[in-house]
């Protein structure tokens, strides 16, 4: 192991982080090529959106970073370093939860969508181990963003989740899919995206503070409407979505 160690650190190419893949900048434009290209051909490719993310995410990346170090609650969490997955999560209390807290509402959410934390991808071409937390935190707390904006996982609520991102964070990955995902929505469909759900969430995104500056996993026995007050996102339209 030690050999293999050496190795690497001859070749200049130095792990980081467990799982990290050193690559060079003409790999990375070659890589955010052709995720893009998959991405948008499939938005459910979840390994095409997440290389996407690290490829393009340079300049976003570090500028999140530096909301999270210069707030309170984010700056603990760059310390503490949480995680959201099954192991990490007691279901049994998040479920026993009053109906309208944040616990249990996601639990209701992951349940309903049969989604799981788990499923997230772990980050493998960001070359720096504190921007590889942030985009992973990015994305463990991404299925709260749909908890707490009430979008489901079709393809309507991935999009309007993904404008309320896409003002939040700036990643071109989310720019990306908020600009390309409406294509294979229905006109009626189009119609409330365009005239009720995208402009809603755009106000929200600007409105709100960092969504990196919450520290879920002590929250959530807020009740949802209240954490939407206290971050700036103001309440979902009744639209059916």
């Given at each position: 192991?030690?050999?293999?160690?050496?190795?690497?650190?001859?070749?200049?190419?130095?792990?980081?982080?467990?799982?990290?893949?050193?690559?060079?900048?003409?790999?990375?434009?070659?890589?955010?090529?052709?995720?893009?290209?998959?991405?948008?051909?499939?938005?459910?490719?979840?390994?095409?959106?997440?290389?996407?993310?690290?490829?393009?995410?340079?300049?976003?990346?570090?500028?999140?970073?530096?909301?999270?170090?210069?707030?309170?609650?984010?700056?603990?969490?760059?310390?503490?370093?949480?995680?959201?997955?099954?192991?990490?999560?007691?279901?049994?209390?998040?479920?026993?939860?009053?109906?309208?807290?944040?616990?249990?509402?996601?639990?209701?959410?992951?349940?309903?969508?049969?989604?799981?934390?788990?499923?997230?991808?772990?980050?493998?071409?960001?070359?720096?181990?504190?921007?590889?937390?942030?985009?992973?935190?990015?994305?463990?707390?991404?299925?709260?963003?749909?908890?707490?904006?009430?979008?489901?996982?079709?393809?309507?609520?991935?999009?309007?989740?993904?404008?309320?991102?896409?003002?939040?964070?700036?990643?071109?990955?989310?720019?990306?899919?908020?600009?390309?995902?409406?294509?294979?929505?229905?006109?009626?469909?189009?119609?409330?995206?365009?005239?009720?759900?995208?402009?809603?969430?755009?106000?929200?995104?600007?409105?709100?503070?960092?969504?990196?500056?919450?520290?879920?996993?002590?929250?959530?026995?807020?009740?949802?409407?209240?954490l939407r007050?206290e971050i700036?996102?103001?309440?979902?339209?009744?639209?059916?979505?």
């Open positions: 192991e030690e050999e293999e160690q050496e190795k690497e650190e001859e070749e200049g190419c130095y792990r980081l982080y467990p799982g990290h893949i050193p690559t060079s900048p003409l790999q990375k434009a070659l890589l955010a090529a052709g995720s893009a290209f998959m991405a948008l051909y499939d938005p459910y490719r979840h390994d095409m959106v997440a290389v996407l993310g690290e490829t393009t995410g340079c300049l976003a990346l570090p500028n999140l970073r530096d909301k999270m170090k210069h707030h309170p609650e984010g700056y603990r969490i760059l310390q503490e370093r949480p995680r959201i997955r099954l192991s990490t999560l007691d279901m049994a209390r998040l479920r026993g939860l009053p109906d309208g807290t944040l616990g249990r509402e996601y639990v209701r959410f992951l349940e309903d969508n049969k989604v799981s934390p788990d499923t997230r991808m772990p980050p493998k071409f960001v070359d720096d181990e504190e921007l590889a937390y942030v985009i992973q935190r990015y994305r463990e707390v991404h299925d709260l963003m749909h908890t707490l904006l009430g979008m489901p996982t079709n393809m309507l609520g991935e999009v309007v989740v993904k404008w309320f991102e896409a003002i939040q964070t700036g990643l071109p990955m989310c720019v990306l899919g908020a600009a390309f995902g409406p294509i294979r929505l229905s006109a009626r469909k189009l119609q409330v995206l365009a005239t009720e759900l995208v402009p809603w969430a755009i106000r929200s995104g600007r409105n709100a503070s960092c969504i990196l500056n919450v520290y879920y996993e002590q929250r959530w026995e807020q009740p949802v409407e209240s007050e700036g996102i103001f309440p979902p339209p009744a639209v059916r979505v």
